[in-house]
């Protein structure tokens, strides 16, 4: 996949909803009854890309105060959602040690790598970071993931919504009908190719999440060294 072309492909569609339309909004960001929750294998970027993805909220804040905006505690690379939320579940409907066991099982040969955050992309609903690898591990990983849990008996969802490819993180989602629309893109366009930093990834988190992986919902579960 040529990442430049797919995150440029997002971003257009994204912008051309947005203006010609609105953008979609999500009723349950702030609903006190969303019991959607699952399990991820996700990484953390570094404070120091955290605190430039910051920067571009802030930013965003300005203009349209009222949408969500990801916490540091809160920002993720996703690698595989094992479980996707959905209503309902429960750590206790699973065995936690065989999910470790078949992630160590295909963790093997993974080292560390690096991702470069540099630049923003979008969705109707979203607007995400875009991460760059700098190397083929990962997915290699993420494809030694989908056989291993394919070929098992546990409860997964892989690629049940997409097959995920990419490293982005979302760091922003819209609450709200865009009350200042040409001033919130033309700040979105400002970053179009900013360079929030590279980091090394020398750890995986498997957690227990929530949709928005708000940290108070969230229950990490083990670390895998890599």
Known sequence: M???????????DAILKITSKNCETDPLIDSSIDNRFGITLLIRPDNQVKSRIQKFLNDLKVIEPEQYYYRNSDIHV?????????????LSQISLPDYVEMI?????????FEIELKGITASPSSIMIQGFLNDNSLNNFRN????????????????????????HSTVVRFRKELAK?????????????????????????????????RKEDVKQLYSFEI
């Open 104 to 112: 160590n099982k295909s963790i093997t040969p993974l080292r560390k």
């Open 78 to 90: 996703t690698v595989m959602a094992i479980i996707s939320c959905y209503n309902g579940f429960n």
């Open 181 to 213: 629309k040409e001033q919130f893109i033309k700040a979105m366009n400002n970053y179009r190719s900013f360079d929030f930093g590279t980091f090394t990834v020398n750890s995986l988190e498997l957690v227990y999440n929530n949709w928005y992986h």
């Open 144 to 167: 030694n993931l989908r056989e291993n849990f394919r070929n098992s008996d546990l409860e997964q969802t892989i690629d049940k919504r997409y097959s995920i490819k990419t490293a």
């Open 2 to 12: 040529n990442l430049v072309e797919h995150y440029d492909n997002l971003y257009k």
